[in-house]
Nanobody, 124 residues
Framework: QVQLVESGGGLVQAGGSLGLSCLASGRTFSSYTMGWFRQAPGKERDFVASISRSGGSTYYADSVKGRFTISRDNAKNTVYLQMNSLEPEDTAVYYC?????????????????WGQGTQVTISS
């Protein structure tokens, strides 16, 4: 089992940047595919990005491709989401998620573990 704790959310103006971190507990972080999702008020939780266990492969939703970057540091049990050129439409609670094994997962059901979320608000 793994526990996830996100940090780094906040309020930023449109066009700005923000970096999120997700610290995972346990000794087997490198065995988990990691993902970031987001949920805006009244909407479903949507896939943002995913990264393979080694960090060698990354995948993005079309809406964030070219603006967001997912990365991981297995020595620090941490996955990151760097968000640039932020838009008001990026406003949401951002969640970190983990799934043992595999390489690429992009739906909520595919992930077994979730963090509590961190609020990201983009002002226009």
């Amino acid at each position: 089992q793994v526990q996830l704790v996100e940090s780094g959310g906040g309020l930023v103006q449109a066009g700005g940047s923000l970096g999120l971190s997700c610290l995972a507990s346990g000794r087997t972080f490198s065995s988990y595919t990691m993902g970031w999702f987001r949920q805006a008020p009244g909407k479903e939780r949507d896939f943002v990005a995913s990264i393979s266990r080694s960090g060698g492969s990354t995948y993005y939703a079309d809406s964030v491709k070219g603006r967001f970057t997912i990365s991981r540091d297995n020595a620090k049990n941490t996955v990151y989401l760097q968000m640039n050129s932020l838009e008001p439409e990026d406003t949401a609670v951002y969640y970190c998620a983990a799934r043992s094994g595999g390489n690429y997962y992009y739906t909520v059901r595919q992930y077994d573990y979730w963090g509590q979320g961190t609020q990201v608000t983009i002002s226009s």
